[in-house]
């Protein structure tokens, strides 16, 4: 089974909206972290958000938020007020105590002006 | 301080030859891991050095192959290169402490095997 699941390969979201990218996971360690990379074209993997198996709150940072649903297992990236320089791939990511990362297949997100 | 380096950033090789490839993680970040990003395979996880020994790895052939250095810096090797070995590959560093440690890129290296 797939570790983690994104579903939508491509998003589009009007400049100054709100977007919410879908991801779901699959775990039987109660420990593990969740995160969010943005890959501008450029290539460079930008670490975004973490949010830890144990938090109670949801993690924010900035314009963007993780939406996680614990028992459903979802790890919902928002990005609010979306911009231009928001276009790009954003791929969700989860490690398990001290296994390798595994990441998602990505969304790209184009933000139209 | 400074990010994760990644060195050299273009590389253009034939069939058959070996490369190296060098990261230099975030000063202080004991763990190294290393990724192959393909269009059509997206990113795979390749290995991962933590304190100078081979923590986990991925589904590689034995073409594939790393290490690392006592000041955490790491190489990662790829023997007879084939053409499907083009690709971006990148470095990721992150710190010891709690296990879900986050993991910081480089900028990686893009690979063309001709």
């Known amino acids: 089974a797939q570790k983690i699941t994104q579903t939508q390969p491509g998003m589009f979201v009007q400049e100054k909206e709100a977007v919410t990218l879908d991801c779901t996971y699959d775990t039987s360690d109660p420990s593990y972290g969740l995160f969010w990379y943005k890959q501008p074209s450029s290539g460079e993997m930008i670490f975004l958000i973490y949010q830890g198996s144990y938090d109670q709150q949801n993690a924010t940072e900035g314009r963007y938020s993780l939406n996680f649903q614990k028992a459903r297992k979802s790890a919902n990236l928002v990005i609010s007020a979306s911009q231009l320089g928001d276009s790009a791939m954003y791929f969700c990511?989860?490690?398990?105590?001290?296994?390798?990362?595994?990441f998602g297949t990505g969304t790209s997100l184009t933000v139209i002006p | 301080k400074a990010g994760v380096t990644q060195t050299p950033r273009y590389l253009i090789k034939t069939r058959g030859q070996q490369v190296t490839l060098s990261c230099s993680p975030i000063s202080g970040h004991r763990s190294v891991s290393w990724y192959q990003q393909t269009p059509g395979q997206g990113l795979q996880f390749l290995f991962e050095y933590f304190s100078e020994t081979q923590r986990n790895k991925g589904n590689f052939p034995g073409r594939f192959s790393g290490r690392q250095f006592s000041n955490s810096r790491s190489e990662m090797n790829v023997s007879t290169l084939e053409l499907g070995d083009s690709a971006l590959y990148l470095c990721a560093s992150s710190s010891t402490g709690p296990t879900q440690e986050t993991q910081y890129f480089g900028p990686g290296t893009r690979l063309l095997v001709l």
């Open positions: 990511a989860m490690r398990e105590g001290t296994n390798q990362f595994y």
